[in-house]
């Protein structure tokens, strides 16, 4: 791969900078010959009040900010390969997106500063390094110094390597922070548009975890019917089975659960009254298994983590089970107590044990001492919830 190492200033950078707040779109800069945000690029995530300010004070103090990149696409065409956050940011101050703080603590947008701030501004020299390659060369070479700042996350490096118009169509739905959609979504899917979260949710539902692949197929794809229409069709199934939205919703497999019971018929009513239920039981420790738990028949109850009797509780039933068989020369299993084989008169040790519900918790057994009773371990763990 071809370098070369330019100077440009802000101003020649930003020079028909429009910014649309739809990422990926309008970001373009010197007079229309530089692409600042490739299809391949993360959106843009300076926009927090914090990083893109620091961008701006940066300049103003005449403090370095680091080379930037451009790829040499085409004859007399640029595109961002890394720097697009700070170009972005140069461009959106000097269009009035956001403000800095001054000296005095007011804010101050571009069109207030003073005329030798801004000029400050628009001549800070930028170093570019000019790039040419191959795709596979420029595309490795964006990997590579991703690997400082913020890093790239999984879905971007993975955009940056299936780019065409597979990827812009799905960034264009999922990644757009403008999205109507996001609200609704956000109940069940956790991540961020801009970091590309969603979007990589989407893809790993349709996908069954093989995005990689998913998307090398359908890198060419002019649309992204498949992955949308799936992806509201899991978002469609959950949202009208469980009538309440919880907040432990947010970030479950419902790619997976989709897949194992949406054949299944439900009563949302039903559903809507069990978790009422299960979120009231002070028994339930883990609320996010709840949803799961009640979608498989109520049966598995690892998945709500049912709180387990207490040492205190546990060893004060061994003392009583184990004195009460004393004399009679009976295990102090109470099952075993009651079996036909050698250890109908064992002697179980405390460690040897464990505490069961005599009514199943799951059958509305409380876990208390009175519903207390120790069995051997292969007794207790063959005895389940009956």
């Given at each position: 791969?071809k370098?070369?190492?330019?100077?440009?200033?802000v101003e020649?950078i930003?020079?028909?900078?429009?910014y649309?707040?739809?990422?990926?779109?309008?970001?373009?800069?010197?007079?229309?010959?530089?692409t600042?945000?490739?299809?391949?690029?993360?959106?843009?995530?300076?926009?927090?009040?914090?990083?893109?300010v620091?961008?701006?004070?940066?300049?103003?103090?005449?403090?370095?900010?680091g080379?930037?990149?451009f790829?040499?696409?085409?004859?007399?065409?640029?595109?961002?390969?890394?720097?697009?956050?700070?170009?972005?940011?140069?461009?959106?101050?000097?269009?009035?997106?956001?403000?800095?703080?001054?000296?005095?603590?007011?804010?101050?947008?571009?069109?207030?500063?003073?005329?030798?701030?801004?000029?400050?501004?628009l001549?800070?020299?930028?170093?570019?390094?000019?790039?040419s390659?191959?795709e596979?060369?420029?595309?490795?070479w964006?990997?590579?110094?991703n690997?400082?700042?913020?890093?790239?996350?999984?879905q971007e490096?993975?955009?940056?390597?299936?780019?065409?118009?597979?990827?812009?169509?799905?960034?264009?739905?999922?990644?757009?922070?403008?999205?109507?959609m996001?609200?609704?979504?956000?109940?069940?899917?956790?991540?961020?548009?801009?970091?590309?979260?969603?979007?990589?949710?989407?893809?790993?539902?349709?996908?069954?975890?093989?995005?990689?692949n998913?998307?090398?197929?359908?890198?060419?794809?002019?649309?992204?019917?498949?992955?949308?229409?799936y992806?509201?069709?899991?978002?469609d199934?959950?949202a009208?089975?469980?009538l309440?939205?919880?907040?432990?919703m947010?970030?479950?497999?419902?790619?997976?659960l989709?897949e194992?019971y949406?054949?299944?018929?439900?009563?949302?009513?039903?559903?809507?009254?069990?978790?009422?239920?299960l979120?009231?039981?002070?028994y339930?420790?883990?609320k996010?298994?709840?949803?799961?738990?009640i979608?498989?028949?109520?049966?598995?109850?690892?998945?709500?983590?049912?709180r387990?009797?207490?040492?205190a509780?546990?060893?004060?039933?061994?003392?009583?089970?184990?004195?009460?068989?004393?004399?009679?020369?009976?295990?102090n299993?109470?099952?075993?107590?009651?079996g036909?084989?050698?250890n109908?008169t064992?002697?179980?040790?405390?460690?040897?044990?464990?505490?069961?519900?005599?009514?199943?918790?799951?059958?509305?057994?409380?876990?208390n001492?009175?519903?207390?009773?120790?069995?051997?371990?292969?007794?207790?763990?063959?005895?389940g919830?009956?």
């Amino acid at each position: 791969m071809k370098t070369d190492l330019r100077t440009y200033t802000v101003e020649q950078i930003c020079e028909g900078f429009v910014y649309n707040e739809l990422e990926g779109k309008g970001l373009f800069g010197l007079a229309g010959k530089l692409t600042i945000q490739p299809e391949y690029q993360r959106a843009y995530i300076y926009a927090d009040g914090k990083r893109d300010v620091a961008v701006i004070s940066s300049l103003l103090k005449g403090y370095p900010l680091g080379l930037i990149y451009f790829n040499c696409a085409a004859e007399n065409q640029l595109e961002v390969l890394d720097g697009q956050q700070r170009i972005t940011s140069f461009g959106r101050f000097m269009t009035g997106k956001f403000a800095i703080i001054d000296a005095n603590g007011m804010q101050q947008y571009f069109s207030g500063l003073s005329n030798d701030q801004q000029k400050k501004i628009l001549e800070s020299e930028i170093l570019v390094y000019e790039c040419s390659g191959t795709e596979s060369e420029i595309k490795q070479w964006f990997k590579t110094i991703n690997t400082v700042g913020v890093p790239l996350n999984d879905q971007e490096l993975l955009n940056s390597i299936y780019s065409g118009p597979f990827v812009t169509a799905g960034k264009e739905e999922f990644s757009n922070s403008q999205n109507a959609m996001l609200q609704k979504w956000g109940a069940y899917v956790r991540g961020s548009a801009n970091r590309q979260e969603i979007w990589e949710c989407a893809l790993g539902w349709v996908s069954k975890g093989e995005i990689d692949n998913y998307m090398s197929k359908h890198r060419n794809d002019m649309n992204i019917k498949g992955v949308k229409t799936y992806f509201n069709t899991v978002i469609d199934w959950v949202a009208g089975l469980f009538l309440t939205v919880e907040k432990e919703m947010c970030g479950l497999e419902w790619g997976r659960l989709y897949e194992e019971y949406h054949g299944n018929p439900y009563d949302p009513n039903v559903i809507d009254a069990q978790v009422k239920k299960l979120y009231g039981d002070p028994y339930v420790k883990n609320k996010k298994g709840i949803f799961e738990y009640i979608l498989g028949g109520s049966k598995d109850t690892k998945l709500i983590e049912v709180r387990v009797f207490d040492t205190a509780t546990s060893r004060s039933t061994f003392e009583k089970q184990t004195a009460a068989v004393t004399k009679s020369g009976k295990s102090n299993c109470l099952l075993c107590a009651i079996g036909h084989d050698a250890n109908k008169t064992k002697s179980w040790s405390f460690t040897d044990m464990e505490a069961d519900h005599v009514a199943a918790w799951s059958k509305g057994g409380a876990t208390n001492a009175s519903n207390c009773q120790m069995l051997c371990k292969t007794h207790n763990r063959a005895k389940g919830n009956r």
